[in-house]
């Protein structure tokens, strides 16, 4: 029997570097996903760097620490609610056809000059929606891997 | 109000909100998934009979009221193009769906994670309907790779076992291999001609057609042969259909190597390429493969003593037909006898996934109530599984084709065009049947035999999974009763509408 204790956490240097850096992270993945429609990236990629700030969380600080932060309901929930808000965006314009701009096109709301962050319509909320699917997927999906895991140390 | 979009629309709002419901309870996500099954049905069912009653082709583009764009006389948005053998193909698929996923109810109840397992067989269904009824190629891509990913999961669910997870894997290599072929073919397409759009790519290829162009069917016949098991390919389909639950391998076997292959194979081939290219050589190619799959799949299900694995084997043998089929219908293309041949392969698709669906709820229901599919312990089963026994006769002998059932007429169809364009290929085809009979016989026998202890205490399955063999029975003997009919009604007019590629073109760009 192998009696070492296993830390899951890493030292004090990156935990205190991941303490200064998570937030940075997911401030400049909030803003590629935000700024979706105007430079490259968009709700995939914003979303998967918010969630890679979770990954630096969950190597830096370990599976306990993360466990107490991550609600699998409530993660489960944001991840549908993704999906829906993305459809539900898509069916605005069903009046004339599925993901019809509406917003643009009637210009309702997002409807300003092309080029400037309130602008194309349905395209930011979209961003926004799969920017939430994508990070509370990819939360999931990571948190399924390390509990789950059938290998031991 | 057109209905198409919610064909899309009902199944992905019922996936993205299967997690949500499931937080109310078990309750309300079985009925939550079984209303969402049955809405989309009752969409499918609407958009075949818009067609089927009308025979014009059903245009809708995504984001705008017309496909082209402004000031050009082509189309530069996504559509979907409905056809009668699309819309066919969509009943089905949402028919054979809700069937399994009411068996589901019952057969998966033990399992954890039900939730996930909802929300992928919803999303199964979607990617099969989205195939179906897409009118651009990029977009029957993404939609292909939503039914994949969903049946790659949904194999390796049962994750107790490695042979589930072993199955799984596999799939997934050589499914995204074949996709891989599929989205080069693709790749080179667009390179060539500048457009994603089927009807306009055809326009194209009329006009041009390059030896690029030609490269990329080759891709498109790879992959796609890949994805419907045929024969050199089809050693996943062996293991991936066994190893996944029974009612997701009805689906698979029933629907998902039909829709993404065989299906996807005929429209490229038809609607895409049609008369531009050297159309005799493709279907010469597709009858080799055909001929290749029905011997080898059937000869293989007759040495099996897995039942999940015989099943598996014998749709390797049914494709074998489906292809033979469509290579007699494109070989022969403009005659008669085409005419039958194609006739008798989307009659064959639509029988062989009532009846293969049935045969794998039947397994499902032995392995539930008895714990093994191994045909050697098997024996005796009918004494106390009397209905289960009867929905397998019913199944076994539509799949050989005995006249009372569906199996008959469209199996009788692809006799008699195969006899009347090569007597070779018929014979082929008879040998075929021999070892699909030898193969089911001895299932029979083990069934009807003298009971051994392990079926001493078995008893019938819940009525969750009866209902959905009574239906499947129901169907195969109804659609076996009238077959003249609905092949006059239904397939020959299909056959018409798949042929007709200057009305699929002109339907979207509209003359211009």
């Not at chain 1, 205190?16 to 909030?30: E, K, M, S």
Request: hydrophobic share 55%; proline share 3%.
């Amino acid at each position: 029997m192998n009696h070492r204790s296993v830390r899951s956490d890493m030292g004090l240097i990156v935990k205190t570097t991941a303490r200064a850096t998570i937030p940075l992270i997911g401030i400049f993945g909030a803003y590629i996903v935000s700024h979706g429609h105007l430079t490259p990236g968009g709700g995939f990629q914003g979303g998967a760097t918010i969630a890679g700030a979770g990954v630096l969380f969950l190597i830096a600080f370990g599976l306990e620490e993360a466990k107490k932060r991550y609600d699998h309901h409530a993660y489960s929930a944001l991840e549908s609610l993704g999906g829906l808000v993305f459809l539900g965006i898509a069916m605005l314009g069903l009046s004339v056809a599925f993901f019809y701009n509406m917003l643009w096109r009637k210009g309702i709301a997002f409807a300003g000059k092309p080029g400037t962050l309130l602008s194309a319509g349905y395209l930011p909320i979209m961003n926004l929606a799969v920017g939430l699917k994508v990070f509370a997927g990819l939360i999931s999906a990571m948190m399924a891997i390390s509990m789950y895991r059938r290998w031991k140390e | 109000m057109n209905v198409l979009p919610f064909l899309i629309i009902v199944p992905l709002m019922g996936a993205f909100s299967m997690p949500l419901s499931s937080l109310l309870g078990e309750k309300a996500r079985s009925a939550w998934a079984v209303l969402v099954s049955a809405l989309t049905l009752a969409v499918a069912s609407k958009v075949f009979y818009d067609v089927w009653s009308t025979k014009q082709l059903l245009v809708y583009t995504l984001g705008d009221t017309t496909p082209l764009g402004k000031g050009v006389g082509f189309p530069i948005r996504i559509l979907w193009e409905v056809d009668l053998f699309g819309a066919l193909l969509a009943l089905i698929v949402a028919f054979v769906a809700f069937m399994a996923i009411i068996y589901s109810l019952e057969y998966m109840k033990h399992d954890t994670g039900l939730e996930k397992y909802y929300t992928l067989i919803t999303v199964l269904e979607l990617g099969m309907l989205g195939i179906v009824i897409t009118g651009d190629l990029f977009n029957f891509y993404v939609f292909l790779e939503i039914m994949s990913i969903a049946s790659y999961a949904l194999v390796a669910f049962r994750n107790d076992t490695w042979e589930g997870i072993e199955a799984g894997i596999k799939y997934m290599f050589v499914g995204s291999l074949a996709s891989s072929f599929i989205l080069l073919g693709i790749a080179l397409l667009y390179g060539q001609y500048g457009t994603l759009t089927m009807s306009y790519l055809a326009v194209k290829i009329g006009q041009n057609p390059t030896f690029v162009g030609k490269a990329a069917l080759g891709f498109f016949i790879g992959g796609l042969l890949f994805k419907s098991g045929a024969v050199p390919v089809h050693m996943w389909l062996a293991d991936a259909h066994p190893a996944a639950p029974s009612s997701i391998s009805a689906m698979l076997s029933g629907l998902v190597i039909k829709v993404g292959g065989i299906y996807a194979l005929t429209r490229i081939a038809f609607s895409i390429y049609g008369t531009s290219i050297n159309i005799k050589t493709v279907g010469w190619i597709i009858i080799l493969f055909g001929c290749a799959t029905l011997i080898v799949g059937n000869a293989m299900a007759v040495i099996q003593t897995d039942m999940k694995r015989l099943f598996a084997f014998s749709s390797v043998g049914q494709i074998g037909y489906i292809l033979l089929g469509i290579g007699i219908g494109l070989a022969a293309y403009g005659t008669k006898v085409g005419d039958i041949a194609l006739a008798g392969a989307v009659y064959h698709i639509v029988n062989h996934a009532l009846m293969k669906a049935l045969l794998f709820l039947v397994a499902g229901a032995v392995l539930h109530q008895i714990g093994t599919k191994n045909l050697n312990e098997l024996s005796g089963l009918a004494k106390r599984m009397p209905f289960t026994s009867f929905a397998f006769l019913i199944g076994a002998a539509a799949i050989i084709g005995l006249p009372p059932l569906n199996g008959f007429a469209s199996k009788w169809l692809i006799y008699e065009s195969s006899a009347l364009f090569n007597p070779f290929l018929a014979a082929v085809a008879v040998i075929g049947t021999a070892f699909c009979t030898a193969a089911y016989i001895r299932v029979l026998f083990t069934f009807f035999g003298r009971p051994s202890e392990v079926v001493d205490n078995a008893e019938e399955p819940g009525k969750a999974m009866m209902l959905p063999m009574l239906v499947l029975i129901v169907a195969i003997i109804l659609m076996g009763l009238f077959p003249w009919q609905i092949n006059d009604k239904i397939m020959l007019p299909t056959v018409d509408m798949l042929k007709d590629q200057l009305h699929y073109v002109a339907a979207v760009i509209g003359g211009a």
